[in-house]
Nanobody, 127 residues
Framework: QVQLVESGGGLVQAGGSLRLSCVASGRTFSTSIMVWFRQAPGKERRSVAAIRWSDGVTYYTDPVKGRFTISRDFAKNTVYLQMNSLKPEDTALYYC????????????????????WGKGTLVTVSS
């Protein structure tokens, strides 16, 4: 059974940092793209960052470029999202997702193309 389990969310002041973790289990993830999404209250779920498990190539959306860093640890089967310089608009439920080949033709940010999802971890940034 494939599982993605997120952790690391919490309450932080603006300008602070958090590191989210996503532990993957149940199958080999080496061919996958791992993606972090977020959904703010009353808004649509949006992609944040992604990493190709095989070679570590990363992708970011404009709102988080320069502030967030996605990485992976083979030994721990874990993907991380280091979030620095947090802003109140980063407040959201953050989800980890995995996409296996064949990949979505709409790109890594296509939430409908994901094969597996975690249940999310809440990040709240106070002003």
């Amino acid at each position: 059974q494939v599982q993605l389990v997120e952790s690391g969310g919490g309450l932080v002041q603006a300008g602070g940092s958090l590191r989210l973790s996503c532990v993957a289990s149940g199958r080999t993830f080496s061919t996958s793209i791992m993606v972090w999404f977020r959904q703010a209250p009353g808004k649509e779920r949006r992609s944040v960052a992604a990493i190709r498990w095989s070679d570590g190539v990363t992708y970011y959306t404009d709102p988080v470029k320069g502030r967030f860093t996605i990485s992976r640890d083979f030994a721990k089967n874990t993907v991380y999202l280091q979030m620095n310089s947090l802003k109140p608009e980063d407040t959201a439920l953050y989800y980890c997702a995995a996409n296996f080949p064949p990949f979505s033709s709409l790109g890594w940010g296509d939430s409908d193309g994901m094969d597996y999802w975690g249940k999310g971890t809440l990040v709240t940034v106070s002003s």
